[in-house]
């Protein structure tokens, strides 16, 4: 063996190994600004209510007990605040769950029929506070039954149909539609809301991104919904598709192993 090949495949590995290195550096780099940022969003979400009850309980110390109508006016404003941060906590713990392959899915074949109408069952009072009527359609080809996690995919129909309420018109519909196609069960969740401008649809699935941030922290959300729903039908190796009309509506579809 001449010295010079032996240099020659030295440097070969020196420069694959420095290439890697180079690569594993950029992914850490990333990894850390996704950190920052997430922290940032975190405690931003949370500075709000938590600066909202301050003022509150400041209002009420500086002379607010005394007045009968501002103190339950202020406690409640108070509960609503901790019930905003309690939804915030709940989703991140969810969210942290699912991004660290903790989750473990169970597959288990269960009547989607029946799933779906507990959701609408649940949702019915928000949509009658709201003034959206909901609809349930099967088609006659719907299947019945499908395999997947019964518990995760209520929390994906939930967020959804929460969604088409919370930024839906009044006097509007939510409807529900399962179809077939091939051996997957299709979901579709759409409405004749707000909609969602296309420049911002494809952000539609990250982590605290909202079209309206004020009008979307008024209705309760945490900003997670759509980033929890996103993970979970990713986890089943399945897919979820948007479309939307600005001041149309919206439509959400997604797929399911069908079972017999
Ligand atoms: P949020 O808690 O803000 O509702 P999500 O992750 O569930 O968080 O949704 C992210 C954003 O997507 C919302 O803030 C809203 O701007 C938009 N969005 C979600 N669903 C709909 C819908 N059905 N119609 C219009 N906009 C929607």
New binding site residues.
Partial sequence: VKSTDILAEAEKEVRAWSEQRGSLVAQLKKQEKFRKEFIGNVSHELKTPIFNIQGYILTLLDGGLEDKSINRNYLERTEKSINRMITIVKDLEVISKLESGELKLMHERFNITDLINEVLEMQEMRAHKNGIKLNFIQRVDAPKFVYADKKEIFQVLN?LIV??I??GKDKGTTTIEVMSMDNKALIEVR?N????ESDNLPR?FERF????KSR?RN?G???????IVKHIIDAHNQSINVS?TYGEG?SFTFSLDKSK
């Fill in positions: 967020n969604n088409s919370k930024y409405d809301g707000i909609g969602i539609i991104f909202r079209v309206d979307a209705m959300g945490s900003g997670l919904g759509l980033a939307s919206t």
